[in-house]
């Protein structure tokens, strides 16, 4: 059974740095696509960042310039380095997996991902 297990998170101010982890088990696939995607309270979960199994990436806009995904050379754990913080970047920040390749446009979009973690809580206060 596939689990995704998160950490990394934690309360930080305005401006600071935060590098969330996410450590999957229980698969050998090695081509696997995987995100990172958040959810505030009151609103729609989103898509923040995400890697293809080719290693594509993609951002939201609103990280830009200031997340970076990125995964190990065995392709099993995935980071999330998040500088620059803002208050609204607080959320509950969940990693998820889908063993395939996603292309471009469909690796942002939350229905594309089979496994899911219990999510780390982001808090940045300003």
């Known amino acids: 059974q596939v689990q995704m297990v998160e950490s990394g998170g934690g309360s930080v101010q305005a401006g600071g740095s935060l590098r969330l982890s996410c450590a999957p088990s229980?698969?050998?696939?090695?081509?696997?696509?995987m995100g990172w995607f958040r959810q505030a309270p009151g609103k729609e979960r989103e898509g923040v960042a995400a890697?293809?199994?080719?290693?594509?990436?993609s951002y939201a806009d609103s990280v830009k310039g200031r997340f970076t995904i990125s995964q190990d050379n065995g392709k099993n754990n995935l980071y999330l380095q998040m500088n620059s913080l803002k208050p609204e970047d607080t959320a509950m920040y969940y990693c998820?997996?889908?063993?395939?390749?996603?292309?471009?446009?469909?690796?942002?979009?939350?229905?594309?991902?089979?496994?899911w973690g219990q999510g780390t809580q982001v808090t940045v206060s300003s």
């Open positions: 229980g698969y050998t696939y090695t081509r696997y696509s």
């Open positions: 890697i293809g199994a080719d290693g594509t990436t």
């Open positions: 998820a997996a889908n063993p395939s390749h996603l292309v471009s446009w469909l690796l942002l979009q939350g229905s594309s991902y089979n496994y």
